[in-house]
């Protein structure tokens, strides 16, 4: 079954850039699929940041729109999420998920990964 | 932008009980909401998509209905292993999630 694992650094600096990857195992990143990224701030809820198609057409956040890109590299079977000018209010544990060809649910996500903002 | 609001934002029950937790968009957004489970530590679990389609494997103590505007996710029987936040989210228009609603065990 397809599997979902995100990596990048755990700590970023204020007004730096966040980078993460999801890599993608047990399927393929041009499936019939979008590939969202979604983030939780320490105790608090869930925010959708964006998602991506195989053929690269994404969708974002309004709210984080003018500071993120999501990008995929069909070649590693991966796709990415930039996301710049952060601050401490960026601090969150970072989902990459699958979104279901039925519907817009997601349902594979990966195991989270946690950025800390700080100098 | 729809926004999504939960009640309550935390909940008591006991074992057995039956539990409803509502979720209401800010406009009609069809059919077009989706159910999680989170856990401590944990990433979420799809429970319902399409607002009362069942995931695979989920168990069928777990049902949810509505549509619209308004919808329930509801728990008969509660076992100590649904202690979590349950979070709904809309795919009308992007896509958005409700701020959630911790279940306690009594």
């Known amino acids: 079954q397809v599997q979902l694992q995100e990596s990048g650094p755990g700590l970023v600096k204020p007004s730096g850039t966040l980078s993460l990857t999801c890599a993608v195992s047990?399927?393929?990143?041009?499936?019939?699929?979008?590939w969202s990224w979604v983030r939780q701030p320490p105790g608090k809820g869930l925010e959708w940041i964006g998602e991506?198609?195989?053929?690269?057409?994404?969708n974002y956040n309004p709210s984080l729109k003018s500071r993120v890109t999501i990008s995929v590299d069909k070649s590693k079977n991966q796709f990415s999420l930039r996301l710049n000018s952060v601050t401490a209010a960026d601090t969150a544990v970072y989902y990459c998920?699958?979104?279901?060809?039925?519907?817009?649910?997601?349902?594979?996500w990966g195991q989270g990964t946690t950025v800390t903002v700080s100098s | 932008d729809i926004q999504m609001t939960q009640s309550p934002s935390s909940l008591s029950a006991s074992v057995g009980e039956r539990v409803t937790i509502t979720c209401q968009a800010s406009?009609?957004?069809?059919?077009?909401l989706n159910w999680y489970q989170q856990k401590p530590g944990k990433a979420p679990k799809l429970l319902i998509y399409d607002a009362s389609d069942l995931e695979t494997g989920v168990p069928s103590r777990f049902s949810a209905g509505g549509s619209g505007a308004d919808f329930t996710l509801t728990i008969s029987g509660l076992q100590p292993e649904d202690i979590a936040t349950y979070y709904c989210?809309?795919?009308?228009?992007?896509?958005?999630f409700g701020q959630g609603t911790r279940l306690e065990i009594k």
């Open positions: 406009q009609d957004i069809d059919n077009h």
């Open positions: 998920a699958r979104d279901s060809t039925i519907g817009g649910a997601m349902d594979v």
């Open positions: 991506i198609y195989r053929s690269g057409s994404t």
């Open positions: 989210q809309q795919y009308d228009d992007l896509t958005t």
């Open positions: 047990g399927g393929s990143i041009s499936s019939n699929n979008w």
